[in-house]
């Protein structure tokens, strides 16, 4: 099969590393794939990085290149309206926020062209049943994480309370940083989570919307047991009590969560063990490959 993606990040977020590992292992299963890219984004660089066709989006080069592929894949919004315009193949369009389908005539139109839709979560799934798309053309496809070893050791060490950095409004590190106030417990803010959640004694997530959430699933991952907003996709991969925490956006609750885990460790590290083996069951980049290649036939078939 030979999928054309589409991505217009301009940044290297969430979406764009599920993007990266979808292509490594769509090409490890013996398909092909290129991708259309913003010009000069990290995307593009750790793309070409890793020796896949890459060429600068535009209106151009996806009506060429999509003469030549099977089906065109879409990631993001702006590809979406990119890819009905210009996409001269079956279109498949991933969908990963987690706030309402406009409804407004550009909204419909984009979302009458797709063949199938590819939902991160039940929650997002949800809302495009809501904007109107039909149930059969949808299909949930969870992102994936590399699970990589862990040595006992490494738990242990582990002592950071760390959270996202963002300053996004729609996350939520006001309120972490409040609940961290209450708690008198320091939180480190990280700009690096693939880093500092190794040195993790636990994730704080907080967020005010959430198609999925992929730094939990890499918290998860490693071990690091996760405190995170009961909102959108996240009960979707935290299951209460079981593999982490689901706390109230409120600063309190949220303090009352850290401090479980402190005053807990065997808890924590319980919490953190579940959470890893519920990766391992359901969140990994096979599953996501698969996932995306059923949808791929079902768009051929269609």
Known sequence: MYILHVDLGRELRG???QVLMLLEGLRDAGHTCELLAHPGSPLQRVAEASHFPVEPASLRSLAARSRQADLVHAH???SHTLAVIA???RLIVSRRVAFPVSH???S???YRHPRRFIAVSEFVAAELKRAGIPDEKIDIVYDGVLVRAIQPDEVTDRAHVVALASRDPKKGRDLAEKAAAIANIPV???D????DLTQAAMFVYITRSEGLGSAVLLAMSLGVPVIASRVGGLPELVVDGRSGLLVENDPSAIAKGILHLVRDPEFARELG?????RVEQNFTAKHLVAGSLDSYRRALAG
Do not use: I, M, V, Y
């Open 76 to 78: 993001d919004a702006r």
């Open 192 to 195: 690096d989570l693939p880093s």
């Open 87 to 89: 996409s001269r193949q």
């Open 15 to 17: 979406g764009q590393r």
């Open 273 to 277: 063990r579940n959470a890893r083996a």
């Open 188 to 190: 480190l803010f990280s």
């Open 104 to 106: 407004n005539l550009l």
């Open 108 to 110: 419909r139109w984009k």
